[in-house]
């Protein structure tokens, strides 16, 4: 993490700590003001400024969410998503993403490679084509009819952890931020639209052609306008399982708080695979269509940003069922 971000985040959190609201949310039942935009991980500040700034002005949640994750795509130090994402055990950058709107409007690619935006790409499918989720060779033949520019992905820091990887090439995904990551953002406009935006560059190492949870409607996010918005970062394949996002909003339609749902969703992982549940990490981050915040996952050590007029995008630890 950069200096001058780490300072921003302290001060951030020392404002927080400060207000109610930022208490409340770190107990896992506040209640903000729209607009909000909250979303997974630290790199969640620097995407959440991004998307800020079109909520700020009454833009629309859907505008802003693909803003944000923008930030972190076209970042190359970040090594879970676009530009610099780990590759997968053959070497190449796969990625992932979806996007979906107020009009459960949706568009996904999946194994994409080349382009630095896909969660762009994702829009433009959803936008422009009769169909939700493009794939492979298919995607990329998608993008570049599209106008996105064909670029190498992998940095030279990507290749020479891969290269390390593979003199012992064990896949082994590592709890938090080591191997794996996702961003996953949802966001409540100026006119109480909620829109949600999902895209990584999947686990490390994975066999060539693996899709996670992330391009998974349902699964990595899931946003409806009348209830609230849900996406899930971790281990995948353990999200796909339980429908993770969709579980998580219809949670909240029979009434659980954000906070509950997530909870309930974790435990749901955790009744299928006990013991498998105690060595992987998948969090989960909701807000409700009136402003309420929840998290939770199945380790310590998930943290999600929030930015709303009451909390200056900070950082909150998530609590965890281990
Ligand atoms: N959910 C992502 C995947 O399974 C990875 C992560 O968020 O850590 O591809």
């Given at each position: 993490m950069k200096t001058s971000r780490r300072k921003f985040i302290q001060t951030s959190a020392a404002l927080a700590s400060m207000a109610t609201v930022g208490?409340?949310?770190?107990?896992?039942?506040?209640?903000?003001?729209?607009?909000?935009?909250?979303?997974?991980?630290n790199f969640g500040?620097?995407?959440?400024?991004?998307?800020?700034?079109?909520?700020?002005?009454?833009g629309r949640a859907l505008d802003a969410v693909e803003a944000g994750v923008q930030v972190p795509e076209g970042d190359p130090k970040e090594t879970s998503v676009g530009l610099g994402g780990l590759p997968?055990?053959?070497?190449?950058?796969?990625?992932?993403?979806?996007?979906?709107?107020?009009?459960?409007?949706?568009?996904a690619v999946a194994c994409l490679e080349h382009i630095v935006h896909p969660i762009s790409v994702a829009r433009k499918v959803m936008e422009k084509t009769p169909h939700v989720m493009l794939v492979g060779d298919g995607a990329l033949q998608f993008?570049?009819?599209n106008g996105f520019k064909?670029?190498?992905?992998?940095?030279?820091?990507?290749?020479?952890?891969?290269?390390?990887?593979?003199?012992?090439?064990?896949?082994?995904?590592?709890?938090?931020?080591?191997?794996?990551?996702?961003?996953?953002?949802?966001?409540?406009?100026?006119?109480?639209?909620?829109?949600?935006?999902?895209?990584?560059s999947g686990m490390a190492y994975k066999i060539h052609g693996r899709v996670g949870d992330s391009p998974i409607i349902g699964a990595g996010l899931f946003v409806d306008n009348e209830i609230g918005a849900a996406?899930?970062?971790?281990?995948?394949?353990?999200?796909?399982r339980i429908c993770g996002s969709h579980l998580v909003v219809?949670?909240?339609?029979?009434?659980?708080?954000?906070?509950?749902?997530?909870?309930l969703a974790v435990k749901r992982i955790v009744k299928n695979q006990p013991k498998k549940s105690k060595e992987i990490q998948v969090g989960f981050l909701a807000i409700s269509?009136?402003?309420?915040?929840?998290?939770?996952?199945?380790?310590?050590?998930?943290?999600?940003?929030?930015?709303?007029n009451e909390i200056p995008n900070t950082i909150f630890n998530a609590k965890s069922f281990y």
């Open positions: 208490n409340l949310l770190a107990k896992g039942n506040a209640k903000v003001t729209k607009p909000l935009v909250v979303s997974t991980w500040v620097g995407a959440n400024a991004e998307a800020w700034k079109v909520l700020s002005k009454n997968d055990r053959d070497g190449r950058v796969t990625l992932d993403a979806c996007i979906m709107d107020e009009q459960a409007n949706c568009g993008a570049l009819a064909k670029e190498n992905l992998l940095t030279e820091e990507s290749e020479k952890a891969w290269k390390e990887w593979l003199k012992k090439a064990e896949y082994k995904p590592i709890a938090n931020i080591e191997n794996h990551d996702t961003i996953g953002m949802i966001a409540l406009d100026a006119n109480q639209n909620l829109s949600g935006a999902c895209t990584t996406t899930s970062t971790g281990v995948g394949e353990e999200v796909i219809e949670l909240m339609r029979q009434g659980n708080s954000p906070q509950q749902a997530c909870e269509k009136n402003g309420e915040v929840g998290a939770y996952a199945l380790q310590k050590g998930f943290t999600y940003a929030v930015y709303s």
